[in-house]
């Protein structure tokens, strides 16, 4: 392999110093995001809990299970009132919880908390959130209703923050300790992603040697579009997400460790 590495150093200098610059694995700061776009929407109010979510989710908010359609990642959900500011919800697939978050609105209304554990892969993730206040509950409402702009991540377990680039001869492969994974060439192909029933593809396009823009889909269908930089010292990445099924977009920083 060093040898390989050799000759190919000299016949395409270019290639290796791009796949150079992202191989090893990136820490990111959860705190440095930057979430913009189209603000989340629920509301809980009449013993009915709706979401503007995507799927949109309306449903009973009884303490039980009820069926879920159209989402990958779950087949049921369960909400439930805890007190006038805060819900629990409970997603299920084939039985098993999938994911637990409790919603909790400040006193004045204008904060929403969100601390969640899920499960991916046999893995376990945590963390917490929070986002402000945009557009008032209705009457009546539960206090976490009302359309909230996200603002910022308040913890994350470390499983869910680090991310594995490897050099490949014209492409990267990416490992993430939650079980995700990917191998594509800088082809605009797609190659499978696996480890995440959401997302069933992947492409890279190189845009320069260190940056490249990588295209998650889902049956053929584009979910986002992610731009990875790499700074000149090679030491900080800089991700920018377009979210195209939630109208967001976000902005990352992680460091090499």
Same mark, same amino acid.
């Given at each position: ?44 109010? &009449?013993?009915?809990?709706?979401? =503007?979510?995507?799927? #949109?989710?309306? $449903? /009973?908010? !009884? %303490? *039980?299970?009820?069926? +879920? ?8 959900? &369960?909400?439930?009132?805890?007190? =006038?500011?805060?819900? #629990?919800?409970? $997603? /299920?697939? !084939? %039985? *098993?919880?999938?994911? +637990? ?7 004045d209304g204008n904060t929403l908390k969100s601390e969640w554990t899920a499960w991916d892969n046999?893995?376990?993730?945590? %963390? ?64 499978p992603f696996k480890g995440d029933p959401g997302t069933t593809s992947v492409s890279l396009k ?52």
């Amino acid at each position: 392999m060093k040898k390989l590495l050799v000759v190919l150093t000299f016949l395409a200098p270019a290639t290796l110093f791009a796949q150079s610059a992202f191989t090893g694995t990136w820490r990111f700061d959860m705190q440095s995001g930057q979430i913009g776009g189209k603000p989340f929407i629920q509301s809980l109010q &009449n013993g009915v809990y709706h979401c =503007d979510c995507n799927p #949109e989710i309306t $449903t /009973k908010a !009884d %303490g *039980k299970d009820h069926e +879920r359609k159209g989402s990958p990642y779950s087949d049921t959900i &369960n909400v439930r009132e805890v007190d =006038d500011h805060t819900i #629990e919800v409970v $997603t /299920k697939k !084939d %039985g *098993k919880m999938v994911s +637990r978050s409790k919603n909790t609105a400040s006193e004045d209304g204008n904060t929403l908390k969100s601390e969640w554990t899920a499960w991916d892969n046999g893995h376990e993730t945590s %963390g917490a959130d929070t986002s402000k206040r945009v557009a008032p509950a209705p009457a009546g409402a539960n206090k976490t209703s009302g359309s909230w702009q996200f603002e910022k991540v308040e913890s994350a377990s470390d499983n869910m923050t680090a991310v594995t680039f490897s050099a490949t001869p014209d492409g990267l492969s990416m490992t993430q300790r939650t079980g995700e994974s990917y191998t594509a060439k800088f082809d605009g192909k797609d190659y499978p992603f696996k480890g995440d029933p959401g997302t069933t593809s992947v492409s890279l396009k190189r845009i320069d040697d260190n940056t490249v823009e990588e295209t998650d889909k889902r049956d053929g269908k584009i979910l986002s579009v992610r731009r990875m930089k790499i700074s000149s010292d090679g030491k900080t990445l800089t991700l920018d997400v377009e979210d195209k099924e939630d109208q967001t977009t976000a902005k990352w920083t992680a460091h090499k460790e």
